[in-house]
């Protein structure tokens, strides 16, 4: 094990933490750890404490086992891929007809929903990635772009600010440099954010602002479709940067709808005040659709809980569990996986 003292800063300012230096052993003496930058089908780069480097892969290397922001050990010498060390947090999502889950992004502290004033705001959308985030353990901010382009974003925050309980959200322009000193709380050094949403909604124009880089280096951007907002996926894959303030930044393309599965506490932390009524229901097992002595819809005809908001909940939850792998137990009883053992 590394002492604390001898962890260079620039490790720190990675986001290196306890957590990962208590997975080394005297084994991986020589090597280095470094975190993904970028993966593609056949080749990954990893950011390390003297910059970023194409990492030499072994053979038959499934590099959709990684997901960017792993921390993995490297050897210095030959850019050799060594092992990848736990995540602390793993994004990842199911994609139509895919066995496996596809990784968004891992070890993130924050996740940052990105949505704007305009027709791309959708309350039911950011529930989705809420929940998902509840779940997987990062701190959500819903990050409402385009600010500039409305005469009032009081209708648009208040949309989104009820959705949970204590939801951070912020408003701002994209493309100014103030969009950085809004964020700047999440943004500290070694925290690592990452940007998620539709396409068109900003999140390369974020990045490039945060990261202040040159016209050459920046992140690629598209202009939206002026009928529907909608964007032209102009992103097509993610990727982990440093930015000026210290923090790690992961850009990712947007994503049409995200499904959901495994949020079963995600959704319970999302949709707090209909778990704390459910125990009054007559019925341990109320599905708050037509049983009698429902507390749930005695909320929403008593008009202290919003019946859109019930709505969607039912269809989240009849998603979750319509996707969430059963497993046979012993003497062949069906249960649910535990809520975190999806690494
Ligand atoms: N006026 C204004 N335009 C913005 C703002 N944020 C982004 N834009 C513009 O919106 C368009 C889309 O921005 P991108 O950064 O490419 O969006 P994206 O979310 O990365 O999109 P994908 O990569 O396709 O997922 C570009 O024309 C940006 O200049 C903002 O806050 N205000
Ligand atoms: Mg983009
Ligand atoms: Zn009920």
Redesign the pocket.
């Known amino acids: 094990m590394v002492a604390d003292d001898q962890i260079p800063q620039k490790l720190l300012a990675l986001g290196w933490s306890p957590f990962f230096a208590d997975q080394l052993t005297e084994e991986d003496a020589g090597l280095v750890p470094m975190r993904i930058a970028t993966v593609h089908r056949a080749k990954m780069s990893a950011l390390g404490a003297s910059g970023t480097v194409r990492l030499m892969l072994p053979p038959l290397c499934n590099t959709g086992a990684y997901a960017v922001g792993d921390w993995v050990l490297v050897d210095p010498d030959t850019a050799d891929l060594g092992r990848r060390l736990d995540r602390r947090t793993l994004l990842q999502r199911r994609t139509e007809g895919a066995h496996q889950q596809q990784l968004i992004a891992a070890n993130v502290d924050t996740l940052f929903i990105?949505s704007?004033c305009n027709d791309d705001l959708n309350p039911a959308r950011l529930e989705r990635y809420l929940a998902l985030a509840n779940e997987v353990g990062t701190t959500p901010v819903v990050v409402l772009?385009?600010?500039?382009?409305v005469a009032d974003v009081a209708p648009y925050r208040d949309q989104v600010t009820g959705l949970q309980r204590g939801l951070e959200v912020v408003t701002?322009?994209?493309?100014?440099p103030e969009?950085a000193q809004i964020l700047a709380p999440w943004c500290g050094i070694g925290q690592t954010v990452a940007?998620v949403?539709?396409?068109?909604?900003?999140?390369?124009?974020?990045?490039?602002t945060l990261t202040e880089k040159s016209e050459e280096e920046a992140?690629?951007?598209?202009?939206?479709r002026e009928s529907d907002a909608k964007?032209?996926?102009?992103?097509?894959s993610r990727s982990l940067h440093a930015i000026a303030g210290g923090a790690l930044v992961i850009?990712?393309?947007?994503?049409r709808t995200l499904h959901v599965s495994d949020i079963t506490s995600g959704l319970d932390q999302l949709f707090a005040e209909i778990s704390e009524l459910a125990p009054d229901c007559k019925f341990r097992n109320c599905t708050h659709v037509h049983e009698p002595g429902c507390a749930v819809r005695a909320a929403v005809a008593a008009g202290s809980l919003d019946a859109a908001r019930l709505e969607r909940w039912h269809k989240l939850q009849e998603e979750n569990a319509a996707n969430t792998p059963v497993v046979t137990g012993a003497r062949g009883n069906k249960v649910t996986r535990p809520a975190g053992s999806r690494r």
Not at 251 to 255: A, K, L, N
């Open positions: 990105v704007s772009t385009k600010a500039d382009q701002l322009n994209g493309n100014s969009a940007l949403g539709s396409s068109g909604v900003g999140k390369s124009s974020l990045l490039n992140q690629l951007t598209g202009s939206i964007g032209r996926h102009t992103t097509t850009d990712t393309p947007g994503i």
